[in-house]
C-alpha cells in the first residue's frame, strides 16, 4: 500500500504531463492520501483539471460507528476541498454511515460542488426521511447517470421527497433504489416522475413492500418509460393481482429486455398472465420469475408460451415448486424454442426419472441450451 508520504513526494516530483496520461488508471488511489496532501500537492492536482473518480467504503470489520462516522466527516471536508480543483465524476460511499446532521450537511455541501458528477452511489446508509436533504441537491448534478440509493432506509415520505428531485435528472440512466420501504404510496410518487426520466434504461425496486397496488402505479407509467430496459422488481408482494397488472402493459414496453419478478407470491394465475403477454414483447430476452409458487400448474402454462417466445434467451424459473409433470412439459417444447438459451430448474422438486428425460431431449435436441438441473432437498 502506498503511503500518504511516498504518494505526496509523487505528486511533487512526476512531470504534470505525465500524470494526465496516467490518472485514468491510478484514480484518486486512496482519498486520505489526498485529504492529507500539503496545499502545494492540492494546486498541482488542480493543475491538470483532472476527471476524478472517488471510491470508500468500510467492511463489516470496520463497523465502529464512532470511527467510520469520524472518517467519513474528513473524507467529506477532503472532497469538497478537492472538488473546486477538480471535476469529480463518481462518487462512491457505501456503508459509510452518512445519517442525519453533520455528515448529511456535508454530503449536501459536496454535491453542490460537483457539476460534473456523473455517478452518486450511497448504498447501505441511513440516510431515511432526510434523503429529501439530498435529493434538492440534484438539481446542480445536470450529468447525473447513475444514482445508487440501496439500503438506505427510505420510506414512502422519503420516495416522495425523492422524486421532487429527480424532474432535474434528465440524464439518469441508473436508478437503483432496492432494498427499502417505499411501499405503495412511495411507488406511486416515483411513478408520476419516471416518465420524465427520458435516457432511464435500469429502474431496481426489488424488496420495497410494493403490493399489487403499487404495481398498478407503476403499470400505468410503463409504457411511457421508453428506454426502460431493466426493471427489477424481486422480493415484493406483488401476487397474482400484480403480475396481471404489468402483464397488461408489457408488450407496450418497446425497450425492456429484463424483467425480474422473483420471490413475489406468485402462482399459476399470474404466471398465466405473464405468459399470455411475453409472446407479445418486442425484445424481452431475460425473464426471471423464479421463487415463487408456480407449481406444475404454471410451469405447463409457462411451457405453452414458449414455443411463440421468438427473443427470450434466459428463463429463471428456480425454487418454484416445479415437479415432474412441470419438467416433462418444459421437455416436451424445447425443440420448438431455439431462441432460448439458458433455463435454470435448480431447487424444484423433479425427481431423478424426470431429470434423465429432460435431458435426454437436450442431448437428442438442444444440445447448444444451457439448462440448470439440481433436486431440493427437504
Request: positive net charge; charged residues 25%; aromatic residues 2%.
Amino acid at each position: 500500500m502506498t503511503s500518504p508520504c511516498a504518494f505526496t513526494e509523487a505528486l511533487t516530483t512526476v512531470p504534470a504531463d505525465d500524470w494526465r496520461r496516467n490518472f485514468a488508471q491510478l484514480q484518486v488511489c486512496k482519498l486520505y492520501m489526498l485529504m492529507t496532501a500539503s496545499k502545494r500537492v492540492k494546486e498541482i492536482i488542480g493543475s491538470l483539471l483532472l476527471n476524478v473518480s472517488i471510491t470508500m467504503s468500510f467492511s463489516d470489520k470496520d463497523r465502529n460507528e464512532r470511527r467510520v462516522y469520524v472518517k467519513t466527516g474528513r473524507a467529506l471536508k477532503g472532497i469538497c476541498g478537492l472538488s473546486g480543483r477538480c471535476t469529480i465524476t463518481n462518487l462512491r460511499l457505501k456503508s459509510c454511515n452518512i445519517k442525519e446532521g453533520l455528515l448529511m450537511d456535508l454530503l449536501s455541501n459536496v454535491l453542490k460542488q460537483c457539476p460534473g458528477l456523473e455517478e452518486l452511489d450511497l448504498e447501505d446508509n441511513r440516510l431515511g426521511d432526510d434523503v429529501g436533504i439530498i435529493a434538492e441537491q440534484l438539481h446542480k448534478c445536470p450529468k447525473l447517470e447513475i444514482l445508487n440509493l440501496g439500503l438506505t432506509k427510505i420510506d414512502e415520505d422519503g420516495a416522495k421527497s425523492l422524486a421532487q428531485g429527480l424532474k432535474e435528472c434528465t440524464k439518469l440512466k441508473e436508478l437503483l433504489l432496492h432494498r427499502n420501504r417505499i411501499g405503495d404510496a412511495g411507488m406511486k410518487s416515483l411513478a408520476n416522475v419516471l416518465p420524465q426520466l427520458e435516457a432511464l434504461s435500469r429502474l431496481a425496486l426489488d424488496d420495497n413492500n410494493i403490493t399489487q397496488n403499487g404495481a398498478k402505479s407503476l403499470a400505468r407509467v410503463l409504457p411511457e418509460c421508453e428506454t426502460l430496459a431493466v426493471l427489477e422488481l424481486w422480493a415484493n408482494h406483488l401476487g397474482d393481482k400484480g403480475a396481471e397488472c404489468l402483464a397488461k402493459v408489457l408488450g407496450q414496453c418497446g425497450a425492456l429486455t429484463h424483467l425480474v419478478i422473483s420471490g413475489n407470491g406468485i402462482g399459476p394465475e399470474g404466471a398465466a398472465s405473464i405468459a399470455g403477454v411475453l409472446p407479445k414483447c418486442p425484445v424481452l430476452s431475460c425473464l426471471k420469475i423464479n421463487s415463487n409458487v408456480l407449481g406444475n400448474a404454471g410451469a405447463k402454462i409457462l411451457a405453452r408460451a414458449l414455443p411463440q417466445c421468438k427473443v427470450l434467451k434466459k428463463l429463471n424459473l428456480q425454487y418454484s415448486h416445479i415437479g415432474d409433470a412441470g419438467a416433462d412439459s418444459i421437455g416436451q417444447v424445447l425443440q420448438k424454442c431455439p431462441a432460448l438459451k439458458e433455463i435454470n430448474l435448480n431447487g424444484n422438486q423433479i425427481s431423478d426419472d424426470a431429470s434423465e428425460r429432460l435431458g435426454d431431449v437436450l442431448i437428442e435436441h438442444r444440445p447448444d441450451l444451457k439448462c440448470s438441473l439440481s433436486f431440493f432437498k427437504h
